[in-house]
């Protein structure tokens, strides 16, 4: 039932724009051909990765699958262009009716130049995202200011990746790019905030394999988002502890640095419970029994939304994830909506919280104006 409303939903939404394409281009069964093609594709694609567990690039499925998302990607943008323009053209006709005003050759023209414009700059903008994909994710450097801050703290370096999203279109090379760019860092500790695949193990174990040359001083620290229970928590858990990841599930580590104490803890994601009970992330149950005279506590949680309980729990910085910082605009504008944080480094009460845009993607390849990254978060006591 819930696939059968989410295939109704997406078919709605490709013949919304299939319709007013065909109508704005005066070229009907053309529009519907593309976006129907669009669809196909889409849904196709995604049945034979899922139903038949085949690899990303086994039979080309791989280039199959990155063509439908890319345009699913121009069909979202799509649909901010033309639900906007739909409702004013309904609000002027509207007022047009009230006071009178006839509808004038000059205003017709406006109109229609204006949504020649933004149709335009929807194409345009898919392949500028398009590109600054393919192009990969950038190295952001992130300075953590913490008064008090133990001198042996100072200079420690975190690199943060989060949502690598393995799967359809995000496949082995992709992953090891990845690596690559984090062991140039040198980083002291390796931060992972979920969401590592979009399918199964054994369906992605080979992709996800160059995970395992990950390297840190001080080791390892992952916890899970909500795409690894859509494919098997569990074996996704295992499959990140033999890469050498400790996977934090309410719980904490602590590490000395000199003579200083770092205490790293870790929650499965807010919705986790609803595939598996036991995990109910719980930032206070995290640091429970936790040793006297740390010097510093970082909270990973693949949400943002974990920042008012662990700023209740007394951390001094959340890592986080989820959001993609929207991922493109014109999406990127509504993400603010649904979480208290979206992209960047913020304070909430004596609580600092980072959410990184992602390192990858999820779904169609563009990163229009928000590009993914690897973040490296350099503990210090001193302003700059």
């Known amino acids: ?194 969401d590592l695949a979009d399918g199964f193990v054994g369906q992605l174990a080979r992709h996800t394999e160059p995970l395992s040359g990950l390297r840190a001083k001080y080791g390892i620290y992952a916890v899970t988002g909500n795409h690894e229970y859509y494919w098997g928590a569990p074996e996704w858990i295992a499959r990140m502890e033999a890469f050498g990841m400790k996977v934090l599930n309410d719980a904490h580590a602590v590490i000395a640095v000199g003579s200083a104490k770092l205490l790293i803890g870790g929650v499965p994601d807010t919705q986790a419970d609803r595939f598996l009970p036991e995990h109910v992330s719980d930032p206070v149950k995290s640091i429970a029994d936790a040793p006297a005279g740390v010097g510093f506590k970082l909270l990973l949680a693949h949400r943002p939304s974990s920042v008012f309980r662990a700023a209740e729990a007394g951390y001094d910085l959340q890592l986080s994830g989820h959001t993609h910082g929207g991922q493109f605009i014109p999406w990127s504008f509504f993400v603010p909506f649904a979480h208290p944080y979206t992209r960047g480094l913020s304070q909430h009460g004596s609580l600092q919280i980072y959410v990184s845009t992602g390192t990858q993607y999820w779904g169609p390849p563009n990163r229009l104006g928000i590009p993914g990254e690897i973040t490296v978060l350099t503990l210090s006591a001193r302003p700059e």
């Open 1 to 194: 039932m819930r696939t059968f409303l989410f295939l109704s939903i997406l078919a709605l939404l490709h013949a919304y724009v299939a319709a007013r394409l065909g109508s704005f281009l005066e070229r009907r069964f053309l529009a519907w051909l593309i976006v129907g093609t669009s669809f196909l594709l889409l849904v196709g694609s995604q049945f034979a990765y899922r139903h038949f567990g085949f690899e990303p690039d086994a039979y080309g499925l791989q280039y199959v699958s990155f063509l439908a998302y890319f345009l699913a990607g121009v069909l979202a943008t799509l649909i901010c262009v033309f639900l906007p323009l739909d409702i004013l053209y309904l609000i002027g006709s509207g007022l047009r009716r009230v006071f009178g005003i006839s509808n004038t050759e000059r205003w017709v023209s406006l109109f229609w130049t204006v949504r020649l414009t933004l149709v335009g700059l929807a194409f345009f903008g898919a392949l500028v995202g398009l590109v600054t994909v393919l192009v990969g994710p950038k190295v952001k450097q992130v300075r953590v200011v913490h008064a008090g801050l133990p001198a042996d703290l100072e200079g420690f370096r975190i690199v943060q990746i989060t949502d690598l999203h393995v799967g359809p279109t995000v496949v082995r090379q992709d992953v090891q790019r990845v690596v690559d760019l984090v062991n140039e860092q040198a980083p002291d500790l390796i931060a992972f905030t979920g």
